[in-house]
């Protein structure tokens, strides 16, 4: 909400990474692999759904693709966070193919998809200057969706209202409940979550700096 704010007030884009939108590859394989059941699975969708109405689409869904085998190889000798070590390898082949039916409703939509191997790393402003490309070609949204925006990002009941639906299942039940569901609460949590996750970033690469042993 505070980045859709910013467009609105300042006229600039943002980046997500990680949103409403590519949430749902997460959801979709905790449906296949039975960790959410039919009903919750629905709850979801029809609470995404909700969400997605009241927002623009993306002009431009960058995605740096990278092979199941490599995606284990930086989470398990790179990144080295405890939590993840057990990831196996089948999950994240599973997310691989999520994320390509992700891409495609992505593009009906019409987000205009950047598609780039990421295998190896590439160049970071060939990257940059591709999305900016794209974006350009792609234009503003009308005058009306953005009036729209405007109007809902600065009506916190509206937002509420837009996180909730009319009922709640006994399995989303904890998830869903007071006062998680309150705007200033995920504002913070998502803040809090940023910032540890700054820090975990900036502590690897002191250590490296420090000539400290990193797996690579």
């Known amino acids: 909400t505070t980045l859709f704010r910013s467009v609105v007030r300042t006229g600039t884009g943002v980046i997500l990474d990680r949103s409403v939108f590519s949430d749902s590859v997460f959801a979709r394989v905790g449906y296949r692999d039975k960790f959410i059941s039919e009903e919750g699975y629905a709850f979801y969708n ?3 759904n909700q969400m997605l109405r009241k927002l623009p689409v993306p002009h431009c869904t960058l995605f740096l693709r990278v092979s199941a085998s490599e995606c284990l190889r930086r989470v398990v000798h790179v990144r080295q966070r405890e939590c993840e070590k057990g990831i196996p390898l089948e999950y994240l082949e599973s997310l691989g193919s999520a994320y390509d039916e992700f891409l495609e409703e992505m593009r009906d939509s019409g987000s205009e998809v950047v598609d780039i191997d990421w295998n ?5 402003g060939t990257v940059a200057r591709e999305v900016a490309d794209h974006i350009a070609s792609k234009g503003d949204s009308s005058p009306k969706k953005s009036a729209d925006l405007a109007a809902f990002v600065n009506d916190e009941k509206a937002i509420n209202r837009t996180l909730s639906l009319d009922y709640v299942i006994d399995e989303a039940r904890d998830e869903v409940e007071a006062p998680l569901f ?9 803040q809090l979550a940023h910032e540890l996750e700054s820090v975990d970033a900036s502590r690897r690469r002191l250590r490296v700096r420090a000539g400290c042993p990193v797996e690579a």
């Open 182 to 190: 309150d705007l200033k609460v995920l504002q913070e949590r998502e």
């Open 120 to 124: 190896n790393f590439g160049n970071v």
């Open 46 to 48: 029809k609470l995404r």
